[in-house]
């Protein structure tokens, strides 16, 4: 079979080149070698917002947008919401492979014993103010845990990568309910070890006297469920500031910082919080046709709305309606479900959304659950960096062991002024 090649040639020149081509794929450095004199850096590729860039490669999650598949390591996202528990599916974000009973048993025990946090931590959160965003809180705690664990710098030792992926994962859920606690002044509620992760969870954030918490096993799953959905998505915003960072060698913990700092802006893990505001705001069924032409007519996007990789339906957004229906069936009907239900049904068809091919995104429907839940709208992306955390420190760690990857450093087009002087300096000779 002959070699798969790319032949460009560059019209100032005349010349010809041949790139391979591997994976559907053209190595960026391969046009360093169009050159118009045989000098310099030579041609770049300009791809502002990675649209067409692939930074690494990955053998995590896959993704076809135009088809709305999404798999982790092989396996479709709908047959791992309905049979997996989220622990296990970030066993396999991790290693690879589904864990057995025996594998399993080990990693939900590694897990829950870590849960714990140093008693400094909670003296670090009630610095914060009373009303300060429980993600801010959580970008700043879950950095401040790289102080707590010097070892966490020894990234090249896999026995050490395993422990801070253990913490990372035990330890996010109890920084999160501490924040949200912090926030309405009641007591922190510790860990339980005889709940799942998901149970354990909704304790933390809501225990009040009784000696022990019960969650309700509906609202429990679908917790899990959604934390299933969130945990990996290949290169998005956040998770490709986690490689970047990690790609510094910086501890996980910073890098989680910095990914959960990324995950905190509205066009990405905030958009759930801002999809419930605007619910709200709609306020009610008669007023979508109003909101929709403002949305037509360019002045606000409709929250929920949209992906950059899927252009036909974003397949957790499918799973999350059947979720949807099992939550308010214990919770209660919401009435900004119904809003959003017809929202949906206006919008898919609208000619503005059906050209642009916006599709209801993950996001859309997972804020109605956590409301339903019980959960306040500020805690809606720090749900989201929980469910993610598996998925950064599989990238993470998958970065770190790529052979091919190095520190993440882009070229850039220089747009600015050419060389200049300040007044009364003296230019060399040559410049004269
Ligand atoms: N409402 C209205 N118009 C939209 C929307 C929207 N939600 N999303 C995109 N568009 C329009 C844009 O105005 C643009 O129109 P134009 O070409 O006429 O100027 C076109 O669609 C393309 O939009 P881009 O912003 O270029 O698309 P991009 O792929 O960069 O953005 C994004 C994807 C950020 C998700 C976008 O669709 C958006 O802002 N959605 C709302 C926020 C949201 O729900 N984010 C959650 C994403 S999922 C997640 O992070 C888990």
């Not at 794929?25 to 649209?51: C, N, R, V």
């Not at 849960?115 to 801010?136: C, Q, R, S, V, Y």
């Not at 501890?251 to 999809?275: I, M, R």
Request: hydrophobic residues 40%; contains cysteine.
């Amino acid at each position: 079979m002959p070699e798969e090649t790319l032949s460009v040639v560059d019209n100032r020149t005349g010349r010809r080149y041949e790139i391979p081509i591997r994976d559907g794929a053209i190595p960026a450095t391969e046009l360093q070698k169009i050159t118009t004199d045989g000098a310099g850096t030579g041609m770049m590729s300009y791809d502002p917002a990675f649209l067409n860039t692939a930074s690494c490669r990955s053998a995590i999650t896959y993704i076809d947008g135009e088809r709305g598949i999404l798999r982790y390591r092989g396996y479709p996202i709908e047959e791992l919401a309905d049979k997996s528990s989220f622990l296990e599916v970030a066993y396999l974000l991790i290693h690879g492979e589904l864990p057995d009973p025996e594998q399993a048993r080990e990693w939900v025990e590694a897990i829950t014993h870590h849960t714990l946090l140093h008693e400094n931590i909670k003296k670090l959160i009630d610095g914060f103010h009373h009303d300060a965003h429980p993600m801010g809180i959580l970008v700043g705690t879950v950095g401040a845990l790289s102080t707590f664990y010097p070892d966490a710098k020894d990234i090249s030792k896999a026995e050490s990568r395993r422990l801070q992926i253990l913490r990372l994962i035990a330890k996010m859920p109890t920084l999160a309910a501490f924040a949200y606690r912090h926030a309405i002044g009641m007591p922190f509620a510790y860990p339980d070890s005889d709940l799942s992760y998901s149970g354990n969870f909704l304790n933390m954030m809501w225990k009040a006297t009784e000696l022990k918490y019960e969650p309700n096993p509906v609202l429990e799953r679908a917790l899990d469920v959604l934390l299933i959905l969130h945990a990996d998505h290949e290169q998005n915003c956040s998770t490709n500031v986690m490689r970047a960072v990690g790609s510094s060698h910086a501890d996980p913990f910073s890098a989680t910082a910095a990914a959960s700092a990324a995950l905190y802006g509205p066009l990405h893990g905030g958009a759930n919080e801002q999809v419930l505001r605007m619910l709200k705001e709609i306020g009610s069924i008669s007023r979508i046709p109003e909101y929709v032409k403002r949305v037509r007519a360019g002045e606000l996007r409709l929250m929920g709305f949209g992906h950059r990789v899927y252009k036909n339906h974003d397949p957790r957004a499918r799973i999350i309606k059947k979720v949807a229906d099992d939550v308010l069936a214990v919770t209660g009907r919401s009435p900004l479900l119904d809003i959003a239900l017809e929202m949906e049904r206006v919008a898919l068809a609208d000619d503005y959304f059906i050209k642009h091919r916006l599709y209801p995104n993950v996001d859309f429907y997972s804020g109605i659950i956590y409301a339903a839940i019980g959960f306040p709208v500020d805690m809606f992306p720090v749900l989201f960096a929980i469910g993610r955390t598996p998925g950064w420190l599989a990238q993470w760690q998958e970065g770190l062991l790529d052979p091919e990857q190095k520190i993440a450093r882009p070229r850039q087009v220089y747009t600015g002024p050419a060389e200049r002087h300040l007044p009364g300096v003296r230019q060399p000779a040559a410049a004269r």
